[in-house]
């Protein structure tokens, strides 16, 4: 069997109404670049017909098309970690369900990495066709990302990457998957070229501004250790204003015999607790992760593949 030059990544979760477009645009542009192709669906426990979209698409075209169905919705992160352990391409391409990414961009992906031979290249967005509330979690998740892998570029989820890169990632077995920070752990030949982004024509976003907030939290908690040590840096600090304040309260008494009173106690009883609250709080962030690791829950679940 020749080997595929690319492998196209798709997750999917409530898109019934684009994926043949999607499909149809994405072979037009393989078949006008001469290169061979496959493309991964796969489908993240949706409530509409998405399922069914895939298996017309796999019957009419079966030597291009791999279906993956999961038992349960695990997140964009996990479905494409999923679709990455299928790829035979020797170059694989992550685009999202929506058309909000232009599958005739990709050609520009292609184009970048020859010219620079990264081993990753991300469709970088002038300016990203979301509301303001999803662009504001949007940017919440690059400001974190950029101060955790310290990378002035930003992230989407247009990318190639080469299998190589692939072959690195796919063997972590955490549950939490943030696939841009498992490729930066392993890289540093990134590059970046311009893309359109195009409005949502039909549907909706599977993210909430709450679940950007979420993810930020678990990108935070799950690739730095920085809660814990701002958790410290406050445990001094905060040490060092209580004893300062006890010896202005301590030198009062003795020197002009001011009563201490009930109110200061009071106060750092609360202060005091407060501050052991969010130092147990961090640490039990980290503890929980640690439970689920060691309780091997699965990343994914697989329950039809076509």
Request: proline letters at 2%; hydrophobic letters at 40%; aromatic letters at 14%.
């Amino acid at each position: 069997m020749d080997k595929i030059n690319y492998s196209v990544v798709i997750p999917v979760f409530n898109s019934e109404a684009t994926l043949k477009e999607l499909y149809h645009r994405i072979t037009r542009v393989f078949e006008n670049l001469d290169k061979s192709y496959e493309v991964i669906f796969v489908e993240d426990c949706g409530t509409d017909n998405s399922w069914h979209v895939i298996e017309n698409l796999k019957e009419n075209d079966p030597s291009h098309i791999i279906g993956i169905k999961f038992s349960k919705n695990v997140g964009q992160h996990n479905a494409i970690l999923c679709g990455l352990n299928y790829v035979s391409g020797e170059f694989v391409i992550t685009i999202d369900d929506d058309l909000q990414n232009l599958p005739e961009d990709i050609p520009k992906l292609i184009d970048e990495r020859a010219a620079s031979n990264s081993e990753l290249v991300y469709g970088y967005y002038h300016e990203k066709k979301h509301n303001m509330l999803r662009n504001l979690g949007s940017n919440l998740i690059q400001l974190v990302f950029r101060n955790i892998f310290r990378t002035k570029g930003k992230i989407t989820s247009f990318r190639l990457i080469d299998s190589e890169l692939v072959k690195k990632i796919v063997s972590h077995k955490q549950n939490f998957v943030f696939i841009d920070g498992l490729l930066h752990w392993y890289t540093k030949y990134i590059s970046y070229t311009f893309v359109e982004h195009e409005e949502r024509k039909i549907g909706r976003s599977g993210y909430s501004f709450k679940k950007l907030v979420a993810l930020s939290n678990n990108l935070i908690f799950n690739f730095t250790t920085y809660p814990l040590k701002i958790v410290i840096y406050l445990g001094i600090f905060f040490s060092c204003i209580s004893f300062f304040i006890g010896f202005i309260f301590i030198f009062r008494k003795f020197v002009y015999d001011v009563p201490i009173g009930y109110t200061s106690i009071i106060v750092s009883i609360f202060f005091t607790a407060g501050l052991i609250s969010l130092i147990i709080g961090a640490v039990g962030e980290y503890i929980i992760r640690i439970f689920t690791l060691q309780n091997d829950k699965p990343q994914f679940s697989v329950r039809k593949i076509i």
